[in-house]
């Protein structure tokens, strides 16, 4: 019960210090960093997973499971809205930069403490990436790294403890898109019109991603 009361008390305080203060990204805090992550897939092909959420996240949760409960929709070009149903988390994530090897975004995570509690925190995610094989066994390898933004004037004990809240969530999250990266790249790769073949028949992918994966993936192969 001590610790539960804990988690809620620097929940509020962190809840409070984000909206009464400016939040400067120098004073980020590393949370966790994710080296080495590798992908089978061309550069473009792992760019086009990116700029397309919404067929990704749909693509993972029919080649690995555990993340069938995930549902993501773009409703601006630079915001990815995203809710996990089996963990009750949703959130927006806004894209702060796209350039070509690198990704930044921003969002803020809500974690449910108890029936009318939540944790609330400014998070920036990092992800640099770079094809390190040619085709025709390409592969990408990748590194995120997450980091919590609080204010200025917010204790750095608190800072500590919101980040330790975070690490279990991040490292859930980090093992099964990871997985699912892994499968949905490898079959993209190997097997690109047997793969849309398949998912002509999944409701779930938009006509409009289909058709661009098309365009992208097999239209330039005739």
């Known amino acids: 019960m001590m610790h539960r009361a804990f988690v809620i008390t620097v929940a509020a305080l962190a809840l409070f210090h984000c909206w009464m203060s400016p939040v400067s990204a120098e004073e980020r805090l590393l949370v966790r960093e994710v080296p080495g992550m590798q992908c089978r897939a061309t550069e473009l092909a792992y760019e086009f997973l990116l700029s397309h959420p919404g067929f990704a996240a749909a693509l993972f949760g029919r080649l690995y499971p555990p993340l069938r409960d995930y549902s993501v929709t773009q409703p601006t070009a630079r915001r990815i809205r995203v809710i996990d149903r089996h963990w009750g988390l949703e959130g927006d994530v806004d894209s702060l930069t796209e350039q070509p090897g690198k990704r930044i975004y921003r969002t803020e995570i809500a974690i449910p403490l108890t029936a009318t509690r939540q944790f609330s925190a400014l998070m920036e995610i990092v992800l640099e990436y770079r094809q390190t094989r040619a085709s025709p066994d390409p592969l990408v390898v990748s590194r995120l790294a997450f980091y919590l933004l609080p204010p200025p004037s917010l204790p750095g004990v608190v800072a500590q403890a919101e980040a330790k809240l975070l690490v279990p969530l991040i490292h859930r999250q980090v093992q099964a898109v990871t997985e699912g990266?892994?499968?949905?790249?490898?079959?993209?790769?190997?097997?690109?019109?047997?793969?849309?073949?398949?998912?002509?028949?999944?409701?779930?992918?938009?006509?409009?991603?289909?058709?661009?994966?098309?365009?992208?993936?097999?239209?330039?192969r005739r």
């Open 181 to 220: 990266s892994r499968r949905g790249c490898d079959r993209m790769t190997t097997d690109p019109g047997g793969l849309y073949r398949e998912m002509v028949a999944w409701p779930e992918i938009s006509r409009a991603d289909l058709a661009a994966y098309h365009r992208l993936f097999l239209a330039q």
